[in-house]
Nanobody, 120 residues
Framework: QVHLAESGGGLVQVGESLRLSCPLSGRPYAVGWFRQAPGKERQFVAAVSWSGGTTRYADSVKGRFTISRDDAKNTVYLQMNSLKPEDTAVYYC????????????????WGQGTQVTVSS
């Protein structure tokens, strides 16, 4: 188990963009992003397979968010466009054996996350 240190959050206006970063651990696992808004449960956002060839998104972010991995930079990114107030949350990354299992079986302890705030 490892702690993944998320970064890239901030305060933006509606319709703006942010890119979150999550360092890879070198393990052959899928990596995904999750978010937790105040008073709500943590929810799955997006995931990318170890090869980078398969991605999976929550319906609420399809068409606006893009997950990718750059193995040369040892990083997974979450590009968030057309941000909405309902995207406001703490965003976390985690690893799993596959993009299918990551939503329910993340492997690592949760880190501190990175705060994303979308102001209207």
């Amino acid at each position: 188990q490892v702690h993944l240190a998320e970064s890239g959050g901030g305060l933006v206006q509606v319709g703006e963009s942010l890119r979150l970063s999550c360092p890879l651990s070198g393990r052959p696992y899928a990596v995904g992003w999750f978010r937790q808004a105040p008073g709500k449960e943590r929810q799955f956002v997006a995931a990318v397979s170890w090869s980078g060839g398969t991605t999976r998104y929550a319906d609420s972010v399809k068409g606006r968010f893009t997950i990718s991995r750059d193995d040369a930079k040892n990083t997974v990114y979450l590009q968030m466009n057309s941000l909405k107030p309902e995207d406001t949350a703490v965003y976390y990354c985690n690893a799993a054996k596959s993009v299918i299992t990551i939503a329910t079986q993340p492997l690592d302890p949760w880190g501190q996350g990175t705060q994303v705030t979308v102001s209207s």
